[in-house]
């Protein structure tokens, strides 16, 4: 191997070295033999160093992947005696390799199982085990490697494989179960005995593999006192108890008869508690990792229990089922034990048990007063475990603060089921919590404070609002009603901590119907709201968030905000014309404004004045935004720090997109008329398009302009017509592939919305559009960027959804109206993408057009040639596409694009078939 090659493989190495290596790696790819000269370098030890060793391995792995499939019998021998040579004395008898090289080792052995198993290396696994003879300790831990490796490749369930690798794995397992699992399963507990004393961590290692492959082998191979005595044991050895406990873990977890399963079960749970296993609590760090351990175990024995009971109950077999749910209330303690542990890993183990267990219940036509009990424990103790930690960092979020969200979310699932099968227990529950909690709030911690709410805002979510909560004779004294009297009336939104403070705010909006019922407490709530409470609070993680819900809040409540509009606008107006040029130190972050300038919008049309005042308060709000617009145009064009300039632009996107949130009030153009702010945003419109003719940072400037139009196709109407060309002239130029990617749905909203009033101007446009489009999509990429090729995807789909705009919605003379050679280029683009495009949802939209073009030109000659192309061209694309082997009609997108191309064939025949068609369908059209 060229040794000036190899350079680039080390840390050290220059990034024209590391080009090199990598050009040297797709050589010896190539080559037909760079495979064998990487493995005998590898085998007979010419290169020492890890990344060079490691290199050669992955030649091999290419060839493996590629090309030993196709092999011949004398390629296939010399893989598997280079293989076999690893596990050999005098290849072990150098310096052992690192975990990653002999990890990649195994998975070339695996590689090679797959492809020659059973059928050209019948001898596989006795092979390996003949090896162990050896007894050598580096043999020993490369073969239960292989053995991991192989279930990676044949079992692991987290790996989706095609039908047919899951046959070619079945033959595996069958085969192995016939001929070599007896002798595998003997081997593993030899290496146990043997290894136990003094070598723990191969005896970690040949328990993993004990719990790969017992879920798919006999489990009485398993499951014997000869193996269950060595397991049991090693829960007592420090060092072997953690693996010791994952492979009791996957035993109770194989599939079984459930009687059987029982059985199992039972057996071992009355052992590990004579062994006082399950009552220990951690010690220390380390014993926290193994008790983690342990609740999994004790989550794999109340599911094994679950999954039973389910089973004898679906069978019809209820004398075995309460055997089943007898066992399983027995380990309620358990699942209380772990479940209430302080350490959240431990806790986090047995939630599905819980949930298992909550789902066992809800099968029973009544519960005991026990299980009641059961369940409200199990309520409290979730309650408890949801509470934040005194040490939770809400300002910095590292990685324990992650792991506790997450945590909480899955005691929300569990929250949620017991409140599916016990809502009554959870709704007095929360009431006396929370009602606890505020009486006692000067006194009580933040955490169970916000626990509190926490858990009323979770309720509503379980719980929803079905127009009962609060409506209704007895809703003034529902427990919802009477809980939000107790959060409004208290003083939750004056408490010092942010936690607290900002789920207050979530509840006002989560409950915003109690409001319609009282509406006097909305004057109350918005003071809250406004001042330093809320959206002037000193803390922005407060402010940002109050800001969204500022504008959830007013959206249901506007209609009782008529009177007081005005003022409430007054009070935010400061906020609103601060408009810093970034977000580093501003008082709001331009996010938050967005939702200021929405709810601001909301605000200007409530308002119960005249549709003049109301223009003249939109006026004013959107003013200071368009005046920095003017302002900063031209600067775009004076300095020349391109840092200031990248700020710049993104300020003036800023600007654009506060004015166009201030339009998300209105649904239509009657509706923006009727308020009298029309004008305000017709206005608005040429110094927003001014952005247009600004030369740099395009991409960005354009974003901004594109939204405003978007929202105003919808505020002005036809008003906005006589701008449409110069904005789109101005959009196309020099547009990259982003750009046209974005642009498109702007175009398809306007054809949608003029229809064929915009024919017109897009006959002008159309190739042009056409043409960018083409180009941009035809631009190289490299293949193995799959960001690169999604874009592509994407480009392509964008076009298809142009011409399907124009088809659908009568602008078809846009298309009919250019030379035959650029409608046949379009034609031709559409029916490839029709055959050859790689999602079927893409497919099915260029069928769709197809269908709708022999819908509309079919009978008539206004289109010269175009039926003598449908069945040159459209008619084959019919057949040629379902006989595809990658057209997958188990897959729903196919079938539907299945359902176009037969409705291209039924338009076709309904418009245009005669005898004479059927002829030149059969001689010219159909594929033969």
């Known amino acids: 191997m060229n040794e000036a090659y190899l350079r680039g493989l080390y840390h050290n190495s220059t990034a024209g070295e590391r080009e090199v290596a990598m050009q040297y790696y797709h050589q010896l790819q190539a080559a037909v033999d760079g495979w064998s000269l990487c493995a005998v370098d590898f085998t007979q030890r010419i290169h020492t160093d890890e990344p060079v060793r490691f290199f050669c391995l992955q030649v091999v792995e290419h060839h493996i992947r590629e090309r030993h499939s196709a092999a011949d019998d004398e390629t296939s021998m010399k893989l598997r005696k280079l293989l076999l040579s690893w596990l050999q004395e005098p290849f072990i008898s150098g310096l052992a390799d690192k975990n990653f090289v002999k990890n990649k080792m195994a998975q070339l052995f695996a590689m090679a199982c797959v492809v020659d198993y059973p059928s050209r290396w019948v001898s596989f696994f006795s092979d390996l085990l ?21 279930d990676v490749e044949v079992v692991d369930r987290d790996i989706v494989h095609t039908p047919e690798e899951n046959q070619r794995n079945t033959l595996i397992k069958d085969t192995m179960r016939d001929h070599c699992v007896f002798s595998l399963v003997e081997s593993w507990y030899q290496i146990m005995v043997t290894f136990e004393q003094y070598d723990h961590e191969i005896t970690c290692l040949v328990m993993k593999v004990v719990g790969a492959y017992v879920s798919w082998i006999d489990i009485t191979y398993i499951a014997n006192d000869k193996f269950s005595s060595l397991l049991l044991r090693y829960l007592q050895v420090e060092q072997l108890q953690e693996s010791s406990c994952e492979c009791l873990t996957e035993i109770v977890s194989k599939g079984m008869d459930p009687m059987n399963k029982l059985q199992l079960v039972e057996s071992l749970t009355t052992t590990l508690k004579e062994m006082g296993i399950l009552t220990t609590s951690a010690s220390n760090d380390d014993d926290a990792d193994y008790q983690a351990k342990l609740s999994k175990l004790v989550n794999g024995i109340g599911m094994a229990l679950v999954i039973s009971y389910n089973k004898l109950l679906k069978g019809d077999n209820k004398e075995h089922a309460l055997i089943a749910l007898q066992a399983l209330e027995n380990k309620m303690p358990y699942l209380v034990r772990y479940l209430n542990d302080e350490d959240d890993d431990v806790s986090l183990a047995v939630i599905p048990f819980a949930i298992g267990y909550i789902g066992v219940l809800k099968s029973l036509d009544s519960m005991s007063k026990s299980q009641d009990e059961m369940l409200k424990q199990l309520l409290l103790i979730n309650i408890n475990k949801m509470k934040y930690d005194e040490g939770y960092s809400f300002l910095t979020e590292g990685e324990d603060e992650v792991m506790f969200m997450e945590y909480r979310r899955e005691l ?517």
């Open 130 to 150: 003949s090896c162990l003879s050896t007894g050598h300790l580096v043999v020993v831990d490369l073969y239960l490697r292989i053995l991991l490796a192989v």
């Open 412 to 928: 929300k699932v569990l929250f949620d089921n017991i409140t599916q099968l016990h809502s009554q227990l959870v709704l007095d529950t929360v009431n006396q919590l929370l009602v606890t909690m505020l009486n006692n709030l000067d006194t009580e911690g933040f955490m169970n404070v916000e626990v509190a709410l926490r858990f009323f805002y979770m309720l509503g979510e379980v719980l929803p609002d079905k127009g009962c909560h609060f409506s209704g004779p007895a809703a003034s004294s529902s427990p919802w009603h009477l809980m939000m009297d107790v959060v409004v009336n208290s003083r939750l939104s004056y408490h010092p901590h942010i936690a607290v403070k900002i789920q207050y705010f979530e509840l006002l909006v989560r409950y915003e119907r109690y409001f319609a019922a009282k509406p006097e407490h909305i004057s109350t709530v918005l003071e809250a709201f406004l001042d330093e409470r809320g959206i002037r609070n000193h803390h922005s993680m407060v402010r940002s968030r109050v800001s969204y819900l500022f504008l959830r809040f007013i959206k249901p409540v506007k209609n009782q905000l008529s009177g007081i509009a005005e003022q409430v606008l007054k009070r935010i107006e400061d906020l609103l014309f601060m408009l810093p040029e970034s977000d580093q130190g501003a008082y709001l972050s331009s996010n938050d404004l967005l939702f200021m300038y929405e709810a601001a919008g909301i605000l200007v049309v409530t308002s119960n004045t005249s549709s003049e005042r109301r223009c003249l308060l939109m006026n004013q709000l959107i003013r200071p935004a368009l005046d920095k617009l003017i302002y900063y145009y031209p600067k775009m064009s004076e300095v020349g720090d391109a840092t200031k300039l990248e700020g710049y632009a993104m300020f003036l996107y800023q600007l654009m997109s506060y004015i166009s949130r201030t339009t998300k009030v209105f649904p239509n153009q009657q509706i923006t008329r009727q308020s009298g702010c029309l004008q305000c945003f017709a206005e608005a419109l040429p110094v927003i398009l001014k952005g247009l003719e600004v030369p740099i940072h395009k991409e960005t400037l354009h974003s901004g302009v594109r939204q405003y139009l978007h929202r105003m196709i919808i505020c002005l109407g036809d008003e906005l017509l006589n701008y449409v060309p110069m904005a789109i002239t101005l959009l196309l130029k020099d547009c990259q592939s982003q750009n046209i990617q974005e642009f498109i749905p702007l175009i398809n909203q306007l054809i949608t919305k003029y229809k064929h009033r915009m024919s017109p101007f897009l006959q002008e446009v159309f190739m042009s559009i056409i043409h960018t489009i083409l180009k941009c999509s035809s631009e190289p990429y490299d293949p193995r960027d799959e960001e690169a090729a999604r874009d592509k995807q994407n480009l392509q789909k964008c076009y298809y959804h142009f011409i399907s705009s124009l088809v659908n919605n009568n602008a078809l003379e846009v298309i009919s109206s250019q030379g035959s050679s650029q409608l046949n280029e379009v034609l031709d683009s559409i029916v490839q993408g029709a055959m050859e495009f790689p999602d079927p949802s893409g497919q099915k939209i260029c069928f769709g057009i197809l269908k709708k073009l022999i819908e509309c030109w079919g009978q008539s000659q206004s289109v010269a040639g175009f039926m003598d192309y449908v069945y040159k061209t459209i008619i084959p694309s019919c057949f040629i596409v379902p006989m595809n082997s990658s057209f997958d009609l188990n897959d729903g997108h196919t079938f539907l694009a299945l359902g176009e191309i037969a409705g291209v064939l039924k338009t076709l025949y309904q418009k245009r078939v005669s005898k004479r068609d059927i002829d030149i369908m059969h001689t010219s059209a159909l594929p033969h």
